[in-house]
């Protein structure tokens, strides 16, 4: 669905940023982008530094043998990077149904 342009009559100052015409839409949270900011930061912080995190882990649990701790190094990564996945995904998934699309738009 399109909306109206008031720019075509003449009635609008070209400057409304509720306007669907308008070139000063906002942007950012108070334009409901949920991610920007700070919640940018800790999902890239989360979904990049939890599988290292994880490999640590799984180091330090393994055997204290060199090849205890490379198995349980790579295990805590694949398990990291399978849920940074899952994580990524889920965040993508809410994202597309709150942001609206810009078929709406001008």
Do not use: Y
């Not at 609008?12 to 930061?41: F, H, K, N, Q, V």
């Not at 990049?48 to 882990?57: I, K, N, Q, R, Y």
């Not at 993508?92 to 078929?103: G, I, K, T």
């Amino acid at each position: 669905m399109k909306l109206p342009d008031a720019r075509d009559n003449g009635e609008c100052p070209d400057r409304c940023t509720g306007c669907a015409s308008s070139d000063a839409r906002p942007t950012g949270p108070e334009a409901g982008e949920p991610l920007s900011g700070w919640r940018l930061g800790l999902l890239a912080a989360l979904v990049f530094l939890w599988p290292l995190a994880l490999a640590v882990a799984g180091a330090l649990l393994g055997e204290h043998s060199g090849l205890g701790e490379a198995a349980g190094g790579l295990a805590g990564l694949a398990i990291g990077l399978a849920s940074a996945a899952v994580i990524a995904k889920a965040t993508a998934r809410s994202l597309q149904e709150r942001v609206p699309s810009d078929d709406n738009v001008g």
